[in-house]
């Protein structure tokens, strides 16, 4: 008979206990000349103690999102399996370094998506992570925008969406093009080329505008796979 497997917390709490003995990263910030001292204070202290929250913030959001799977469609021992434990120990340390739960329940979505069997082979848990923690939360937000609303690629109704979109996050529309530009890095979007004239004269236009000119932009595939592996789109 086979050994039983051990439950999805049980191979959770192996993982991070594994993961919390750092005695090296202490040793390293001693060495930092004049700081290394004050920054260890810092780890031991009220960083440890941010720290600590915002783990106990991102293993909070993942029960919740966990509560809603099916009992057997989790992999409760994926988090002792190599690939596993690495995006375990990425999520935490991407969870700690943002003060954002916003960002954190994306997080949190990504390590749920990738302890259902049934969800492995068709999307990249590992990438998706990597992608979601190198973006801010302002792009982020603008992505978002960018993917409910999909304004039409012609300049009266992107312009109107760039206001919209400014306005509601508070920022000028310099800050929303170098989002977009970012993003646009990323293959969540892509900058549209080429098109129709939405005016009726059926004209051809290009849109790889230069400096100071308006881009538009468009979802691509790769984003629609994300949303659909976060579930925040049925």
């Not at 917390?9 to 060495?31: G, W």
């Not at 190198?134 to 937000?141: A, Y």
């Not at 796979?225 to 925040?232: S, T």
């Amino acid at each position: 008979m086979s050994e039983q497997q051990p439950s999805f917390k049980e191979s959770l709490n192996t993982s991070l206990e594994i993961i919390s003995e750092e005695p090296v990263l202490r040793a390293l910030l001693n060495a930092i000349p004049y700081v290394g001292g004050s920054l260890n204070e810092l780890m031991a202290g009220k960083g440890q103690q941010m720290i600590e929250e915002r783990r106990d913030n991102l293993l909070r959001l993942l029960t919740e999102h966990m509560e809603a799977i099916e009992v057997e469609a989790i992999r409760k021992d994926y988090f002792e399996t190599p690939e596993g434990f690495d995006l375990l120990i990425k999520a935490l340390d991407s969870s700690r370094r943002t003060r954002s739960e916003e960002k954190r329940d994306l997080i949190a979505r990504i390590l749920r998506g990738a302890v259902i069997d049934n969800e492995t082979d068709r999307y990249s848990p590992e990438e998706y992570l990597y992608l979601i923690s190198d973006l801010t939360v302002q792009e982020l937000r603008v992505a978002k925008l960018l993917y409910e609303n999909r304004p039409k690629t012609d300049e009266k109704p992107w312009k109107e969406w760039e206001e919209k979109t400014s306005t509601a996050l508070g920022i000028d529309r310099s800050d929303l093009h170098m989002a977009l530009n970012r993003l646009g890095a990323t293959g969540l979007i892509q900058q549209v080329i080429a098109g129709i004239d939405g005016g009726g004269a059926g004209d051809l236009w290009n849109s790889e505008a230069k400096y100071g000119e308006v881009n538009y932009f468009m979802v691509t595939q790769t984003f629609d796979r994300l949303m659909k592996f976060l579930e925040l789109k049925e």
